[in-house]
């Protein structure tokens, strides 16, 4: 059975940085994706970044570009998200998960909310002005 628990969410000021933790059980996670959806009350999810941990490449969202850094410990099983220079429309509930990744000459994932396999529970961030 997959696992995912997302962690590290909390209250901070514009500019502020947080680090979130997506902690995962269940599949081979050295070889798959791994993501990060954000949603705000009464707006479709978001892809905020995805990462294939066979070789660590990552991909990001355009409104999180330069401020927010995606990486894994494959020994942990672990993902996390670094967000600096965080601002008030960061405010969301940001949910990791996981999915086979895609192999297309390459191997890829997608930030593609109905591509996600599997979601964990969310863990809310709230960025004062």
């Known amino acids: 059975e997959v696992q995912l628990q997302a962690s590290g969410g909390g209250e901070v000021q514009a500019g502020g940085s947080l680090r979130l933790s997506c902690t995962a059980s269940g599949f081979a996670f050295d070889n798959y994706a791994i993501g990060w959806f954000r949603q705000i009350p009464g707006k479709e999810r978001e892809g905020v970044s995805c990462m294939t941990t066979v070789n660590g490449n990552t991909y990001y969202g355009d409104s999180v570009k330069g401020r927010f850094t995606m990486s894994s410990d494959n020994a942990k099983n672990a993902a996390y998200l670094q967000m600096d220079n965080l601002k008030p429309e960061d405010t969301a509930v940001y949910f990791c998960?996981?999915?086979?990744?895609?192999?297309?000459?390459?191997?890829?994932?997608?930030?593609?909310?109905?591509?996600?396999?599997?979601w964990g529970q969310g863990t809310q961030v709230t960025v004062s002005s």
């Open positions: 998960t996981a999915s086979p990744p895609f192999y297309y000459g390459g191997v890829y994932c997608t930030l593609k909310e109905h591509l996600q396999k599997d």
